[in-house]
Nanobody, 119 residues
Framework: QVQLVESGGGLVQAGGSLRLSCAAS????????MGWFRQAPGKQRELVAI???????QYADSVKGRFTLSRDNAKNTVSLQMNSLEPEDTAVYYC?????????????WGQGTQVTVSS
């Protein structure tokens, strides 16, 4: 099994910064995709930023230039640096890991961490 433990999040004023971190433990295999999704009240969960083990990174258009995703494959961690936060970024942020190797394939989620940006 895989466990994802998130940290960070909280309340910040518009224009401020926050950093989210996620550590994966258990049976971690490559290749995989690890990153962050978010879900605002009344909205569907959406991709924020993801990164592959080959260091290819994808960002949602709404966060490009403001958020930076970094990962450490050796430690199975991923972090999301969020700058210039806007009230529209308010959501529960979920860490996600997708694995594809036969025998350990799966789609895993963290428990979620609240990010609230006040105007």
């Amino acid at each position: 099994q895989v466990q994802l433990v998130e940290s960070g999040g909280g309340l910040v004023q518009a224009g401020g910064s926050l950093r989210l971190s996620c550590a994966a433990s258990g049976i971690i295999s490559s290749p995989n995709v690890m990153g962050w999704f978010r879900q605002a009240p009344g909205k569907q969960r959406e991709l924020v930023a993801i990164s592959t083990t080959a260091a290819m990174t994808q960002y949602a258009d709404s966060v490009k230039g403001r958020f930076t995703l970094s990962r450490d494959n050796a430690k199975n961690t991923v972090s999301l640096q969020m700058n210039s936060l806007e009230p529209e970024d308010t959501a529960v942020y979920y860490c996600n890991l997708k694995q594809y190797r036969l025998g350990s394939a799966g789609d895993y989620w963290g428990q979620g961490t609240q990010v609230t940006v006040s105007s």
